[in-house]
C-alpha cells in the first residue's frame, strides 16, 4: 500500500491550494491521517492531523488558515490551504496510520513529498 497524494504547486500569496492523499489500494482500516511539511535543513513538523472521530488539530502557524478534512468513504484526506504565505512553502508529506489487513497491526505511512511553493 503506498499514499498517493496529489496537489500542491505554485501560488502566489494570498492563495489558496488543496492537497488530497489517499492509499494506493485497499486498507482495512485507517486511524489518524495528517500532513507534515519540511524545508531544507529542518526537521519535519505537523501541519494538521485528523483521527478517526474527526477530530482535529492544528500547528499554531497554520491555525485560521489552513483546514484539514477526510472522506472515510474515500480514505481520503484533504488539507486546504488559503491564505498562503511565502513561509508555507516546503515540501508537504501525508502519514497516515492504518491496518492493511484485520491480521496486521497499524502502521504508519508516509505518502510522497509533494512541492508547495509560495510565491510571487
Known sequence: ?????????????GGSLRLSCAPSGR???????????????????????VNSGGNTNYA?????????????AKNTVY?????????D???YYCNADLKVTMFRSYQAYWGQGTQVTVSS
Not at 2 to 12: E, F, I, K, Y
Not at 33 to 49: C, D, N
Not at 60 to 72: A, L, P, Q
Open 60 to 72: 499554531h502557524s497554520v491555525e485560521g488558515r489552513f483546514t484539514i478534512s477526510r472522506d472515510n
Open 27 to 49: 486498507v482495512f482500516s485507517i486511524n489518524s491521517m495528517g500532513w507534515y511539511r519540511q524545508t531544507p535543513g529542518k526537521q519535519r513538523e505537523l501541519v494538521a492531523a
Open 1 to 13: 500500500v503506498q499514499l498517493q497524494v496529489s496537489g500542491g504547486g505554485l501560488v502566489q500569496p
Open 89 to 91: 512553502t516546503a515540501v
Open 79 to 87: 488539507l486546504q490551504m488559503s491564505s498562503l504565505k511565502p513561509e
